[in-house]
């Protein structure tokens, strides 16, 4: 335990020892026999002992809550790859955890139906070549007089039609991701730039476009992701959407935000439904990753007017409970009366006002000095 030296031991003025009956105490403190007792010390004496300083905050008796969370990828920012057609899958690009650009090429599918549609899109080319070639002659021969208007103008609507067919053949070939691919064979590619987080694509495989096992891969932007909790309706009623959440897991602990509160209970679990969105641009976070969070929450609770104070800056001295306020010749002791303990905090009710400096780490050295104090007081 740290000691001071003897020569600037504590001295203590105790009111009521063959004095007057002490005068009355404000509101802001007991009437304890402790109210007044002084603990001399410089600041190179408190900094040698370690004694850390804090304000008390105010909490209004406001309580945090805690609650288990799961991070997961954000729905906005997650996109499930589907094989569009039935077919076997001959080439695969990309493994769990690669990170994909938007466009780039996942896997090649062989396909019936690939080769089907590519068919498709040459034959409407053809019929639309051909029907470019005889509107041009048909003007041509309108425009020396061996055409009559009407055969021109046939000309004219069915080119439209071609065209119009050509392009819906190309659109079918698009929607089921045949671009850039052989006759046969159709290229997945990723719809936006991630991390592949899912893939159940295995070379080789086969499968019908229709079945639930078509999905290949899925992909997630992971520098924001959400974390999901389930709270009681009280708590939840607490928690308005843009409270902060502090999350934490193996040493690391970070800020998300809220953004949705469900308006209804889960049917199973009877809890509300709480995501928040996290920053994970620095990917310290792993979809999935179960966390435990907490959220400063207002509300009822925070109608009384408590001040919230670490912990460890409370001693019991007497059986009773105080912490030690700052003066400038050193410390008084303050007689406190406690309210709710929240994790490393504890709600003062009563006896502070919120204005003061107390000792925080650290603070059973004076805890132990004020004891020697008295025991010195008590010899004379």
Not at 86 to 96: E, Q, Y
Not at 230 to 240: G, N
Not at 270 to 279: G, K, N, P, Q, T
Request: net charge neutral; with cysteine.
């Amino acid at each position: 335990m740290f000691r001071f030296p003897a020569a600037l031991c504590v001295a203590f003025v105790v009111a009521g020892c063959g004095s007057p009956a002490p005068e009355p105490v404000s509101n802001s403190q007991p009437a304890e026999n402790h109210a007044e007792e002084a603990i001399t010390l410089t600041p190179e004496q408190i900094a040698a002992a370690g004694i850390t300083l804090v304000q008390p905050r105010a909490g209004g008796g406001a309580t945090a809550i805690e609650a288990a969370a799961i991070i997961d990828s954000d729905p906005d920012r997650t996109r499930i790859v589907a094989a569009p057609v039935s077919g076997r899958i001959v080439a695969l690009t990309r493994n769990l955890g690669d990170y994909v650009t938007r466009g780039q090429t996942l896997a090649v599918i062989e396909s019936r139906e690939a080769a089907s549609l590519h068919a498709e899109i040459e034959r409407a080319r053809t019929r639309a070549e051909l029907a470019r070639a005889t509107l041009n002659r048909d003007e041509a021969l309108y425009a020396r007089g061996f055409r009559p208007l009407r055969e021109v103008e046939i000309s004219r609507a069915a080119n439209r039609e071609a065209e119009v067919a050509l392009r819906l053949a190309r659109q079918q070939a698009e929607a089921s991701g045949t671009r850039g691919a052989s006759l046969n064979r159709i290229a997945i590619t990723a719809p936006i730039s991630g991390r592949v987080i899912v893939r159940t694509a295995v070379l080789g495989q086969n499968f019908a476009a229709d079945a639930a096992e078509t999905e290949l891969f899925r992909i997630a932007d992971l520098d924001r992701l959400s974390v999901t909790l389930s709270l009681p309706p009280a708590d939840a009623a607490r928690v308005r959407p843009g409270a902060m959440v502090e999350i934490s897991s193996a040493g690391r602990t970070q800020q998300a935000k809220v953004r949705f509160i469900s308006p209804a209970l889960d049917p199973s679990t009877r809890l509300v439904r709480v995501i928040a969105d996290l920053d994970n641009r620095s990917g310290q976070w792993r979809a999935g990753e179960p966390v435990q969070a907490r959220i400063e929450a207002g509300g009822p609770a925070a109608a009384g007017a408590a001040l919230m104070i670490p912990a460890e800056a409370v001693q019991t001295i007497d059986n009773k409970p105080v912490v030690f306020v700052r003066t400038a010749e050193g410390f008084r002791i303050v007689p406190v009366t406690l309210g709710r303990r929240d994790g490393p905090m504890v709600a003062i009710t009563r006896g502070l006002s919120g204005g003061e400096t107390i000792a925080a780490a650290n603070s059973f050295t004076l805890k132990a000095e004020a004891g020697k104090g008295e025991a010195e007081h008590g010899g004379h």
